[in-house]
């Protein structure tokens, strides 16, 4: 079965510092890859896709992802923090017609 | 970009009522629309799948009598928690998207407290 894995549930980084949260996922073609981030009481905002061509991708606020085939993994990075990156960050897949969600990492960001 | 409305944001109301809670597509139409249920500290449970003009899809688990929606229009899916409960209590967000090719947009969540 398609699942997605995000092995930290909790994170904390110093501002100004680097970031990379992992996801892992489980399916046997090339899914549909995104990255969701969601503030406190909010609904989700969709940081970046990946569908196909590049495996590194842009997004916005400064955020990458790179796809690695041989890894099925999916990790985002940032290069630099902000406090304002605190919050909690999803990533999905897309098997189909539905989107299946990993647990999330939660971000603290220390001055 | 493509904006996702959820309305209302919160809600509180007694054992027993009936709540409505709408997801509007702002400036794109939705073929699609999702229902997702999540818990404090949690990630995203889909509870059904609402295509405009046909029956939701339910997920396994989910009492379609308990959770009541409606895809009328293309900009338009309403989730009606029916003699809600104290254990209905949650955090209600829709998402909806153009088509299969796209991602999903999601509303900023409706708060539900049941008293």
């Known amino acids: 079965a398609q699942s997605v894995t995000q092995p930290d549930i909790h994170i904390t980084v110093s501002e100004g510092a680097s970031l990379e949260l992992r996801c892992n996922y489980s399916?046997?073609?090339?899914?549909?890859l995104f990255w969701y981030v969601q503030s406190p009481g909010q609904g989700l905002q969709l940081l970046l896709k990946?569908?196909?061509?590049?495996?590194l991708v842009q997004g916005i606020k400064g955020f990458e992802a790179e796809f690695k085939r041989s890894q099925s993994s999916f990790n985002l990075r940032k290069p630099s923090v902000h406090w304002s990156d605190a919050a909690e960050y999803f990533c999905?897949?897309?098997?189909?017609?539905?989107?299946?969600f990993g647990q999330g990492t939660e971000l603290s960001v220390k001055p | 970009g493509a904006v996702v409305s959820q309305h209302p944001s919160w809600v509180i109301c007694k054992s027993g009522t009936s709540v409505k809670i709408e997801c509007r597509s702002l400036?794109?139409?939705?073929?699609?629309m999702f229902w997702y249920r999540q818990f404090p500290k949690q990630s995203l449970m889909l509870m059904a799948t609402?295509?405009?003009?046909?029956?939701?899809?339910?997920e396994q688990g989910v009492e379609k009598d308990k959770f009541l929606i409606n895809h009328a229009s293309l900009t338009l899916s309403t989730l009606t928690v029916t003699s809600a409960h104290p254990e209905d209590s949650s955090f209600y967000i829709c998402?909806?998207?153009?088509?299969?090719?796209?991602?999903?947009?999601f509303g900023d969540g409706t708060r539900l407290s049941i008293l």
């Open positions: 998402s909806a998207r153009p088509d299969r090719t796209q991602p999903q947009h």
């Open positions: 399916y046997g073609a090339t899914p549909y």
């Open positions: 990946y569908f196909s061509g590049d495996t």
């Open positions: 999905a897949v897309l098997p189909g017609g539905k989107l299946i």
């Open positions: 400036d794109f139409q939705a073929t699609t």
């Open positions: 609402s295509n405009e003009g046909s029956k939701a899809t339910y």
